[in-house]
């Protein structure tokens, strides 16, 4: 007994739209307005994202960048796949829940022309977390500077100023594993930030 397919209706892969459940496949309207039926494993693997017309953008661009090999191109490419390909681990934060890459970022040198080279320890980050991989919403980013930036990372307000832990540390030159530790006791986050650490005498 052949397995019921799994309803891909509404879904997006790539600049797909599925629109129609047909016999042994899928129709889907592309971005550009043409349709084209194609297989549930070749959305959810990433490997068919348009009719067709991505192809033909991509003959017209001279693949001479010469940097297949280097830290921007793997960014690009990682940041393609983690939004249409459905096997990457990561795919359910991003293409799962709606992430995608705007219609220029689909042709590296529009991408290398738009970012640039990133800076040594940088990586790409969305500045919006809920927004889509596009020049507006995108920086080259610092490991601190992404983890401030996490969706999960817990927002403390002092004078109606919203700031994460770390910064608040950063601003008033306290530790911060001292001032964490202070908050998970029930201090209020003023307090925990002001108080001066209680040094102890060193034994002679």
């Known amino acids: 007994m052949s397995q019921p397919k799994l309803d891909l209706l509404g ?70 796949q983690r939004c249409t390909n459905q096997r990457k681990k990561n795919y359910a934060d991003y293409g799962g829940r709606g992430i995608s890459v705007c219609d220029r970022w689909q042709i590296f040198e529009n991408f290398l022309a738009d970012m640039g080279e990133p800076s040594p320890g940088a990586s790409l980050d969305r500045i919006n977390n809920n927004g889509n991989y596009e020049p507006s919403n995108c920086r080259w980013a610092s490991r601190t500077e992404q983890s401030r930036n996490r969706r999960n990372c817990r927002m403390y307000e002092i004078g109606g100023i919203s700031k994460p832990l770390s910064e608040w540390c950063e601003l008033h030159g306290m530790n911060y594993y001292a001032v964490y530790s202070r908050l998970e006791k029930g201090w209020d986050i003023e307090t925990a930030l002001t108080t001066p650490p209680i040094r102890t005498r060193s034994k002679k």
């Open 11 to 80: 879904k997006r892969f790539g600049r797909l739209i599925v629109v129609e459940s047909v016999p042994g496949k899928w129709r889907c309207l592309c971005d550009c307005g043409k349709y084209r039926d194609t297989t549930g494993t070749n959305l959810r693997t990433g490997n068919t994202t348009s009719c067709g017309c991505r192809k033909l953008e991509y003959a017209h661009v001279p693949r001479t960048h010469g940097k297949s090999k280097t830290k921007v191109f793997a960014a690009w490419n990682e940041m393609l």
